[in-house]
T-cell receptor
Framework: AQSVTQPDIHITVSEGASLELRCNYS??????LFWYVQSPGQGLQLLLK??????LVQGIKGFEAEFKRSQSSFNLRKPSVHWSDAAEYFC??????????????FGQGTTLQVKP | KAGVTQTPRYLIKTRGQQVTLSCSPI?????VSWYQQTPGQGLQFLFE???????NKGNFPGRFSGRQFSNSRSEMNVSTLELGDSALYLC???????????FGQGTRLTVV
């Protein structure tokens, strides 16, 4: 069965510092991978996705993520964090390929706090 | 282009009642899926629809049901509400089943 692990429940970084949020997945084949962000009381906003091809993907708001098949990881990075980045971040896995489902399995989320 | 619209945004219901939540997907999107978000269980898949047919269902009791209309709008229904059904219910739309999903703002359901 697919699973997604976000090892860090809570991360605090200073504004302007770099950020890396970890995500590990368990899946037999190459899945579709996503990062979403959620502000309090809001829905999920898609930051970026990986379907195939270049393993380094660029997203919105200056975020990027790198797919590492050997480590089953899809870590999210940002070179310089802004106070407005404080939110909860979710990594998600879809079955990908020729699957006929869009079902997503989510990690438990990482709450990012940004210090001024 | 308008995003995914969920109505209502907030709802308070009493145990034993039933509730219907609505989701209008992005124009042109044909797939709608539903998720339940709670502090304890996180984000859990409820079901997904494509071309008015339920294609996949999560591990939820039969009290949870849904449907999709010919215009791709979807509704989900929860009957005989329990306190544990209190959650944020999120709807996501995608062009087809296996393309990226875009989420609505959610409906916050509180069962008292």
């Amino acid at each position: 069965a697919q699973s997604v692990t976000q090892p860090d429940i809570h991360i605090t970084v200073s504004e302007g510092a770099s950020l890396e949020l970890r995500c590990n997945y368990s899946y037999g084949a190459t899945p579709y991978l996503f990062w979403y962000v959620q502000s309090p009381g809001q829905g999920l906003q898609l930051l970026l996705k990986y379907f195939s091809g270049d393993t380094l993907v660029q997203g919105i708001k200056g975020f990027e993520a790198e797919f590492k098949r050997s480590q089953s990881s899809f870590n999210l990075r940002k070179p310089s964090v802004h106070w407005s980045d404080a939110a909860e971040y979710f990594c998600a896995v879809g079955e990908g390929g020729s699957s006929n489902t869009g079902k997503l399995i989510f990690g438990q989320g990482t709450t990012l706090q940004v210090k001024p | 282009k308008a995003g995914v619209t969920q109505t209502p945004r907030y709802l308070i219901k009493t145990r034993g009642q039933q509730v219907t939540l609505s989701c209008s997907p992005i124009s042109g999107h044909r797939s709608v899926s539903w998720y339940q978000q709670t502090p304890g269980q996180g984000l859990q898949f409820l079901f997904e629809y494509f071309s008015e047919t339920q294609r996949n269902k999560g591990n939820f009791p039969g009290r949870f049901s849904g449907r999709q209309f010919s215009n791709s709008r979807s509704e989900m229904n929860v009957s005989t509400l329990e306190l544990g059904d209190s959650a944020l219910y999120l709807c996501a739309s995608s062009l087809f089943l296996n393309t990226e999903a875009f989420f609505g703002q959610g409906t916050r359901l509180t069962v008292v």
